[in-house]
Structure formats: C-alpha cells, structure tokens
C-alpha cells in the first residue's frame, strides 16, 4: 500500500492562505475602492477647475452639492449592508459598482446647480453599501488577528486614489473641448465614471463569497480558514450572532457601535474637509502667495500628502499586525491631525501649507484601517453587517456636514477657511478623547471579567 501524502503543516497553510488572500482578492477590492473613491471626490476637482464658474456655485452651493451625496447613501446604508449578508457579497458589490457608474457618467451632461445635487443624491443612493459592504467582506476572509494587515492593503487605495487620481484628473481637466467639444470637467467626469461599469461587470465573475468557494485556495487552506473564522464567532456572545431584526437591535443598542460610530464621524469629517476643498485651497496659493500653477500641476500639489499618506499607512498597520490593535493606533492619530489640520491656513508659503497637510493626511490613514478592526472585535454575522453599517452611517453624515459646513463657514467669513478648519480640528481631537474613554472602558471591563488570584 501507498501511505498517504502527510497533511503540511498548519503554519505553512496559514502562510499560503493569507498571502494567498492578500496578493489575488485584496487588490481587486482595493481596485474596486479606488474607482468608488475617485467617482465621489471627482466634483472636488471639478469644481475649482470651471464647474463653479460654468454652473454659478457659490462656496455653499458647491459645499451642499458636495455633501448631498451622503444623504443618499445614509438612506440605504444599514439596508444595503443586510442585503450584502443576505445575497453575497459578489453579486450585491458588482450591482452597486454598476449602478454608480451610470450615475457617475450622467454628471458629463449636468446643466444646474439643481440638476448637480440631484445627480449627487442619486450617487450616494447608487454608492449605499460599498464600503462597509467592502469591509465586512474582507473580515469574512481572515481571522481577526491579520484582519489589520488586510484591511490596510485594502485603505492603501484611498490615499492613492488622490495619489494617482489628482494627476490623471488634472491631465482631463486640461481637454478642455477635445473630446466632442466637452469642458475639461466634463471630460473629467466621464472619464473617471465610466471604469467603475467596466469593472462592476468583471467583479460579478471574479469575487468569491467565502474561503469555502474559492477554489484558487487548497482543500487545506480552505478548511483551516472556515475553522478558524467559525471558531472566532462562537466565541463572541449570543447577541453580537443574531440575525434579522435581533442584528438591527444589537447593532443599534450597543454603547460601543455608537462610541465608534462618534470617533468614526471626527475622522471622515477631516478627511472629507481635506477631500472637497484641498484643490480649493490650492487654488487659492495664487491670490495668497502670488504663484500660478497649471491644471496639471494643481493635481499633482494635491497629490503630494498623500503619496506619504500611503506609506504611514502600511506602517501603521505593520505595526498594529505584529502588536495587536492598541487605542494608540486610533487616538494618537487622531490628536495630530486634530493639532496639523488648522495650523494649514497659517503657513507663509505653498510648501509649508502642503507639508502640514501632509501630516493631516498621514494621521487620518495612519488610523482608519486599525480602527476598522474594532467593530468585528465584538460582532459577527448579521449583527456586524449592521454594526458597521451604522458606524459607516455616522462617517457619511460627516461626509455630509464636512463640505457644507466648511463651505458655509467660509462664505460667512469672507471666503477664509481659518474657522471652518479649526472646526475639523476640534472633531478629530473630540475623536481621540473618545477612544481613550473605549479603551479604558474595555480595558476595566476586562479586568472585572478576571478573577483575583486566590490568597495561600
């Protein structure tokens, strides 16, 4: 008789698995991310490079235009994400990824300030659920231990999605009657809203549900990922479990899902402050300082905080891999942007107003991937789609107050942004107080759980 083949080793399946994931599945979810990033901050450079003037925007108009999107996607967010659980997550991100795209291409024809903020309601509906769709999907994948690691490579798309996109919208801005005789924003518009139908299409193929369907996965990698994840959430409480309406009230009864969903609202606010109104800013350097800069070049200045952006990023993330997720991951981050993000507006050249940007930009990223390990901390199933959901939810209002707001309190006070920056910086430090408050919470909550040592 033959001897059977001895099984590898569980270290090495481990190792395969997770790398397995990181090289063949995270990259296309990252793609995905990155055409979804890039079709909703797009009105960002449209806006300073002719929309406004073309349109008649004010500051406020464009910042409320900006912002409506996230009314739409608040709507259907929480839904969104149950029907994800319910009917998998290839078909429902696929069908979401091409549904904005043909939203996204609609903005090359829009004629009006009305017909903008509708266009941009409809995107945020077309939009409902991808992100926390994305990052539910992805902790389905791994264990929570590399859930860090993955949900990094995975953020890395969104600090170069202005890496790569600012400079590539700026070299559409700048056909300006080329193709068919659009304005360059125009052009912009289509062609950053047209990939994102292309590679819908392909995700309905490529994705795959769960470990167990993969088959680019071995029978052993495959087995040692579903015991792992099953083994993870049978240790998490009955009610972080349930299903149907049972997920809706343990997500929205949770003192931690809305803790977080707080901390989550003074990150998203910064981030969509420095999204929306970075060109803006940039634009300003000439009546500032005196310098001009080209279309092409304007893209590449509000590239450059986030090519750095990138890098804090992995290494953050690296770190919180091999140390566990810590509240310093998240709060110290947190307080420097929260410091970085009004001093901006005082700098004396173009450089110093970039470079203090850039260390808004790396604090925001530095923390978001880490703190996206949290909530799959203490749910599973139905009840974590619906937990994120509504984390993202609280992230999407400030999607929605961040452009309106920064634009109203800049008309209000004569076109300077001072006030409205202090005011994101005053909700990334209410974040960092926050988070120490969680972890302290956590940490006594643990402790109470231990029993004391018996006295000899």
Known sequence: MTAAPA????QTVERSAIRKIATRLVPFVALMFFINYLDRTAIGFAGPNGMNDDLGLTAAQYGFASGVFFIGYILLEVPSNLALH??????WLARIMVTWGIVAVLFTFVGSYTQLSWLRFLLGVAEAGFFPGAILFLSLWVPGRYRSKV???????????????????GWL???DGVFFGLEGWRFMFLGVGAPAIVVGVIAWFYLVDSPAKAKWLTPAERDWLT????REHAEKPAAAQAHGFGALKAAFSSGRVWTLSLIYFGFIYGLYALAFFLPTVIAGFQDQFGTTFNLVQKGLIT???YLPAAVVLFLATRHATRHGVKTGHIAIPAVTGGISIPLALFAGSPAMTVFIITITACSIFAALPNFWTVPTQFLAGAA???GIALINTMGNVAGFAAPY??????????????????????????????MVALGRRDRVAVAARIPAPVAH
């Not at 707001?405 to 209000?412: E, H, I, K």
């Open 7 to 10: 099984a590898p080793p569980t």
């Open 86 to 91: 319910r009917f998998g997550a290839r078909r």
């Open 151 to 169: 949900l990094g490579l995975f953020y890395l798309a969104q600090p170069l999605t202005t890496v790569l996109g600012a400079p590539l919208a």
């Open 173 to 175: 801005l700048s056909h």
């Open 227 to 230: 015991d792992e994840i099953a």
């Open 303 to 305: 590239a450059i905080p």
């Open 384 to 386: 974590a789609a619906a």
């Open 405 to 434: 707001v920064t634009g109203w309190l800049a008309d209000a006070n004569g076109g300077d942004y001072k006030v409205a920056f202090f005011a994101v910086g005053a909700l990334m430090l209410l974040s960092a107080v926050l």
